[in-house]
């Protein structure tokens, strides 16, 4: 038998593929959002960009900016009725509409 990968974005074959017709080159305002402490952000882990993303775990769920890490923000976010913070660059992020 061969021992399965183990990598970090293992088991993603779904979730990190784009739609044929979302692939290419990305917009760059996505990388100039501004957030403050306290706002809401979806995390949406975008493929194209490896750096800074969040664990594949995250994706699709909504966290609260509680700090920045360089040009990364700190999310809080709830999962399995716990607290978890990650760390994402604004262009894995999106404004929450709630």
Do not use: W
């Amino acid at each position: 038998m061969v021992k399965a990968s183990k990598g970090i974005r293992s088991r993603t074959r779904n979730k990190m593929s784009k739609p044929p017709r979302k692939r290419g080159q990305n917009a760059i305002t996505g990388c100039f959002q501004k957030y403050e402490v306290g706002d809401k952000a979806d995390i949406v882990i975008d493929p194209a960009m490896h750096k800074g993303q969040p664990y594949k775990r995250f994706h699709g769920q909504t966290g609260e900016i509680i700090g920045r890490r360089g040009a990364a923000y700190i999310l809080s976010v709830q999962e399995k009725g716990k607290l978890k913070t990650t760390i994402a660059r604004p262009e894995h992020l999106r404004k929450s509409k709630l």
